[in-house]
């Protein structure tokens, strides 16, 4: 503790847990955690608009809307899902005098899936709800819009999202800045088409006839636009579960024109749910996967009989006696011996942790500062406790945070906080500094604010528990051995059972220094203080400077070799003004002003790269280590291949050592080929929600995880370091 004292690392961790609460809390604003007109996700930026451009006036009509921007290839779905999907669910809480309508849906697109179709909406959608104001509602001169939307975005995985909206909508200001995009979503609505009778003939709307046999229906429609005659048209059942959704216009189901009637033939689907005595239709021009504005909604009468609803899918005898069986031996909760375990495998893990190359010198100069003399055995205790409560605190929230943002939708796993290119680019410039200052080149006390140097040396043990935070944060993004099924089991359980396994793992990281500072003896081992200790300060500072080596590689893999490069010259520029402070006379006054302006003028290149998209080629990848995609493994399954899957990341520690050992090793390889296994290479450096659902469904929340898929039979998921007879044995 007197080496820390004396070098101001307090202080250093002081300001590192400054940047890493800031970049908690940018990240939990980010997420809409803490309402706002906007959410952002990894796949969309959902946001809530309004538009009243004649003011909010009591028995008049506004819009509000929520705009749903995709990333590319991910979709969201209509009020129809088709044969699989939910629709967007729109909640809202408004002033008294208020009254939300139905959502306006918008023309949707059919999107295939494999055998099965969905529609829905690509790019940009804007989801229009009318707002009615009553004619005595008393108006204050600001209303307050909250809005909770639910919506199931999905890609080739699909995910469950989320979003608190708050808004506040001026009463007399006209609000109508986002009206081109509200005109947009009108005109792509479909209008009413009435149906009317006369004579026993339908001279506007149409029917549904069912045939005979209730596989096909024949739709004929009246009165359509003149401009339509000729043309291809798309229906889109508004009914849902009855229409096969997957068929093709030619193929599945034809259509035709007989003057100014529009007739189609199209097929029911086998597992047909509903047997409706009116069909509800959206008619547009052009195909089905790009349909054109403007669009109708007829609601025709179904002229025939529904035969009974088919049975629900029959599940075989044999599984039906494996799955009770089952439910019968699977508790609901993990049992106490397997809890018991988890704990147990959270404890090691959490020692082993110790080990890490960026942990081992805070571990080593701390358990060094015992050689102080003159402090007390009183003293190290309470220093000791004090790290122990930080380490263990810090696990404790890690871990309810990440629990936490999974619950609100988010898609995130151990170690989710290095995904982060901004957070890596902080930890750097830390590291940075505390390498410079081991070295001796500055004191903290010569940057802080003596308030804040003084605090640091009357209370130790608040510098001690600080430490221990600094520990996890540099820590936690590598999944140790034994720690990987024990957190894969703690996000499963209820938060009151999850966090004691969290806070079982600080206790393992701290239960070294813990040790030395509960038993003198330990202490006692150690070398008398001398000079060697500055010798011992100054060679600890070797360790820094090669986690921020580690740390720029990492942002490398994530943004790129520009961002790498942006992040050196910035670390230089930082260098060379803290050797300028220490300086004395007018030369430090000129130097410190030519080194700021330098800093400051390079600043933004490496905020800018860590703030970009990921960088379009993976480092990862190889001739050999192909992508990881569920595709992919799902592809290669389907032609009998067995699939050898490396969960890994740029930040993972562990991760970069097994591939430089095990996977790399000549018999494991020659194995690889002999066996014709494809080798698939799952990337978690930034983040992909793919990835991490995929490690849930493994039983894991971290990586290195590695797992061989074998068609028709569980996937075997090794040790975090595996050895070679491990990968081999676990081929087949």
């Not at 899918?313 to 039906?320: D, G, I, N, R, W």
């Not at 080929?673 to 990337?683: F, G, I, Q, S």
């Amino acid at each position: 503790m007197g080496v820390f004292k004396r070098m101001g690392n307090g202080a250093a961790r002081w300001w590192g847990m400054v940047l890493l609460g800031c970049w908690l809390s940018a990240s939990v604003v980010a997420q809409g955690l803490l309402g706002g007109p906007v959410v952002k996700t990894d796949q969309v930026r959902a946001e809530l608009l309004a538009h009243a451009p004649q003011g909010v006036q009591p028995g008049q009509i506004f819009w509000l809307g929520l705009q749903i921007r995709h990333q590319p290839h991910w979709h969201t779905y209509w009020q129809n899902p088709g044969d699989s999907g939910l629709p967007t669910q729109l909640n809202w809480t408004l002033p008294a005098g208020l009254q939300a309508g139905a959502i306006e849906w918008p023309l949707p697109k059919k999107i295939p899936i494999g055998s099965l179709a969905n529609y829905g909406y690509e790019d940009t959608v804007l989801l229009r709800v009318p707002i009615t104001v009553a004619a005595n509602a008393a108006l204050p001169a600001t209303l307050p819009i909250q809005l909770k939307a639910e919506w199931l975005v999905c890609r080739q995985e699909c995910i469950p999202q989320e979003g608190q909206f708050n808004l506040n909508l001026s009463v007399q200001s006209a609000t109508a800045l986002h009206g081109e995009a509200f005109e947009a979503a009108r005109q792509r609505s479909p209008q009413k088409l009435a149906q009317q009778k006369l004579g026993g003939s339908w001279i506007t709307g149409g029917a549904t006839t069912l045939s005979d046999d209730g596989q096909t229906l024949q739709l004929r429609l009246h009165g359509l636009p003149v401009g339509w005659r000729g043309q291809t048209l798309s229906a889109f059942p508004v009914s849902p579960d009855v229409v096969h959704n997957a068929a093709a216009q030619g193929q599945g189901w034809t259509q035709y024109w007989q003057g100014a009637v529009w007739a189609a033939r199209i097929p029911v689907s086998k597992e047909r749910g509903d047997a409706p005595q009116l069909m509800r239709w959206v008619i547009a021009t052009g195909p089905e996967s790009a349909p054109q504005a403007p669009a109708l909604d007829i609601e025709t009468p179904v002229q025939g009989t529904w035969p009974p609803l088919p049975n629900s899918a029959s599940v075989p005898a044999a599984l039906s006696q494996a799955l009770a069986l089952n439910a019968a031996t699977t508790p609901t909760h993990p049992s106490a011996l397997s809890l018991g375990l988890a704990l147990l495998g959270a404890l090691v893990g959490g020692l082993i942790l110790n080990l890490m190359p960026c942990v081992f010198p805070v571990l080593a100069i701390k358990v060094l500062g015992f050689t102080r003399p003159g402090t007390s055995a009183r003293e190290h205790r309470a220093m000791g406790l004090a790290y122990t409560a930080g380490v263990v605190l810090s696990f404790v929230l890690l871990g309810a945070l990440l629990m936490a943002l999974r619950a609100a939708g988010e898609q995130l796993g151990w170690g989710f906080q290095l995904q982060s290119p901004l957070t890596v680019t902080a930890l750097a410039v830390l590291f940075t500094l505390l390498g410079l200052n081991l070295t001796g080149l500055f004191e903290f006390g010569q940057l802080l604010p003596s308030a804040v140097t003084n605090l640091q040396s009357r209370h130790p043990t608040v510098d001690a528990a600080l430490s221990g935070v600094l520990a996890v944060a540099i820590a936690s993004p590598c999944t140790a051995p034994f720690m990987g099924a024990s957190m894969g089991l703690a996000i499963g359980l209820p938060l009151w059972q999850a966090l004691p396994v969290f806070a079982t793992m600080g206790l393992g990281m701290a239960l070294p220094y813990l040790g030395a500072s509960l038993w003198p003896a330990l202490a006692h081992r150690l070398p008398r203080p001398g000079p060697w200790m500055a010798t011992f300060r100054q060679a600890m500072a070797f360790p820094m400077f090669a986690t921020v080596i580690w740390l720029v590689w990492v942002l490398g893999q994530q943004t790129g070799i520009d961002g790498a490069s942006s992040l050196l010259a910035f670390l230089l520029g930082l260098a060379c003004l803290v050797w300028a402070l220490g300086l004395q006379g007018s030369t430090r006054t000129v130097l410190t002003l030519l080194a700021l302006v330098t800093v400051l003028g390079i600043a933004w290149s490496p905020l800018r790269h860590a703030l970009q998209d990921p960088a379009n080629a993976s480092a990862n990848t190889t001739e050999r280590w192909g992508a990881w995609s569920p595709a992919e493994v799902d592809a290669r399954l389907a032609q009998g291949q067995t699939v050898f899957v490396d969960f890994t990341a740029a930040w993972c520690v562990t991760c970069q050592y097994n591939k430089k050992t095990t996977l790399a090793d000549v018999q494991v390889l020659a194995a690889f080929d002999a066996k014709n296994v494809r080798t698939l290479r799952a990337d978690w450096t930034r983040r992909d929600p793919a990835i991490t659902q995929a490690l849930a469904q493994l039983g894991r929340n971290g990586v290195p995880v590695y797992a061989v898929y074998t068609s028709g039979k569980p996937p075997v998921v090794l040790s975090e370091l595996p050895s070679v007879q491990e990968v081999l044995s676990a081929l087949p």
